[in-house]
């Protein structure tokens, strides 16, 4: 017996949102390896200003606008996350009193997708502090030089 399965028609897989979440944060990742290859210092050309502007524009539109519309948009329409589902849980752990469980609140999927949501802006808010900082710290390197005082004695104690 013969058993197919189409991995893109799981009820969990959105192909938009995948995409989406994918393609920006591979383009928020290029900062890096063009952050190597530029040396510190540089001045920019106006040319070169417009098209960084433009390209971080695009990448903040498709990480805080699209994803997460992507994924609501999938969470409402495929998986039925509304106020109307309400969550229990495994083993009813969560079925709330109103509805003869022993949990004191009512929780529905749509406070899941709104978590999810707010996940997701974590994550390229974390990105973004990453990227900057990375961007910042281009070309550094750390001094191997012991300080010393004015008689030319090392101040720190070498381990």
């Not at 971080?56 to 805080?64: C, I, N, Q, S």
Request: charged share 15%.
């Amino acid at each position: 017996m013969q058993l197919a399965i189409d991995v893109l028609r799981w009820p969990g897989v959105n192909q938009a949102f995948l995409f989406s979440f994918f393609l920006s944060t591979g383009l928020a990742l290029l900062s890096i390896p063009y952050g190597r290859r530029r040396p510190i210092g540089t001045p920019v050309t106006w040319g070169e200003a417009m098209l960084a502007a433009t390209f971080a524009f695009g990448v903040m539109f498709l990480a805080f606008g699209v994803v997460p519309h992507q994924f609501i948009d999938h969470a409402d329409k495929n998986l039925g996350w509304n106020k109307a589902k309400i969550l229990y849980g495994p083993f009813d752990l969560l079925k709330p009193k109103a509805l003869g469980g022993f949990f004191p609140m009512t929780l529905q999927y749509e406070a899941i997708r709104d978590t999810v949501v707010v996940l997701i802006h974590v994550w390229y808010f974390g990105l973004l502090i990453f990227l900057w900082s990375k961007w910042q710290k281009r070309g550094a390197t750390k001094s191997t030089e012991v300080a010393t005082s004015t008689y030319g004695r090392p101040l720190v104690k070498k381990a």
